[in-house]
């Protein structure tokens, strides 16, 4: 059974950091791409990132390049996404699915796998 588990939500101030992890277990973790999702206010579900199987490629979505950072262990079978310089706007629901293929310049793709979802509330 496929199970990913996302942690390091929180409140944090307008312009402070944090980091969300996801670990995966129960499929062979370095054969997947990884993708960060959320659910904010304003769209029901975008991908902002992903990464591919071996962590050499990344994909984000425009409002977050330069401030989010996604790598992956995968000794540890984890990713982490690095998210500084958080803005109200970054509020929301983020979730972290273990993807079939990393599909270039439009993010993950193929069937994933998701977890439930970790808060990440800004504070202006």
């Known amino acids: 059974q496929v199970q990913v588990r996302e942690s390091g939500g929180g409140l944090v101030q307008v312009g402070g950091s944090l980091r969300l992890s996801c670990t995966v277990s129960g499929l062979s973790f370095d054969d997947y791409a990884v993708g960060w999702f959320r659910r904010t206010r304003e769209k029901e579900r975008e991908e902002i990132s992903c990464i591919d199987w071996i962590g050499t490629r990344t994909y984000y979505i425009d409002s977050v390049k330069g401030r989010f950072t996604l790598s992956r262990d995968n000794n540890n079978k984890t990713v982490y996404l690095q998210m500084n310089n958080l803005s109200p706007r970054d509020t929301g629901i983020y979730t972290c699915?273990?993807?079939?293929?990393?599909?270039?310049?439009?993010?993950?793709?193929?069937?994933?796998?998701w977890g439930q979802g970790t808060q990440v509330t800004v504070s202006s």
């Open positions: 699915a273990a993807a079939e293929y990393f599909n270039g310049g439009v993010g993950c793709g193929g069937r994933h796998f």
